[in-house]
């Protein structure tokens, strides 16, 4: 392997591990997107259960207890639509990051590319060296043995 190739292929090395990097923050992006959707869940069905218990009860309810419920509600609704803004905001972050992920790779095998045509071009360039010195050598061979049958 040339020295070139063994420096391009630090340098495949560095890119591979930008790759496994961006896949992470990738990863880490998509699960933060997962639990901020499980948040989203878990407060439509409390707000759900809450509502369905209290419907019935609400022909009992004092007008300060009704005021405190429907401002409950509305608190539920608050942190409901807060919980969407925080989803985009992450649907935004894991397509980033996955742009980074994909961009990376694509540099990861363009240079991968780039290495294996190096390394094939240094081989080609190494056999062709071998097969000019053997057909030196053979010529050499054949000059020594035509001097020597003229010789005897």
């Given amino acids: 392997m040339s020295d070139k190739t063994k420096r391009m292929s630090l340098i495949l090395e560095l ?3 930008d790759v496994e990097s961006a896949a992470n923050t990738f990863a880490d992006a ?7 959707r499980h948040k989203l869940d878990d407060i439509l069905n409390y707000l759900n ?3 369905a218990a209290n419907e019935a009860g609400n ?3 004092s007008s300060e207890q009704l ?8 608190q539920l609704s608050q942190a ?3 919980q969407r803004l925080l989803i985009a905001q992450n649907e935004r ?3 980033h990051k996955k742009s980074l992920w994909q961009k990376a790779h694509l540099k990861q095998r363009a240079m991968q590319d780039l290495v294996k045509r190096m390394s094939d071009e240094a081989q080609a360039q190494a056999d062709k060296k071998e097969e000019k010195l053997l057909d030196e050598w053979a010529q050499q061979q054949f000059v020594r043995s035509e001097s020597h049958a003229k010789l005897h």
Wanted: hydrophobic share 40%; charged share 35%.
């Fill in 67 to 74: 005021m405190r419920q429907r401002a409950f509600v509305g």
């Fill in 93 to 95: 972050d894991v397509e």
């Fill in 80 to 82: 409901q639509s807060q």
């Fill in 49 to 51: 259960d809450y509502a």
């Fill in 15 to 17: 890119a591979e591990k």
């Fill in 59 to 61: 022909l009992r309810l």
């Fill in 30 to 36: 998509k699960a933060r997107l997962a639990s901020e």
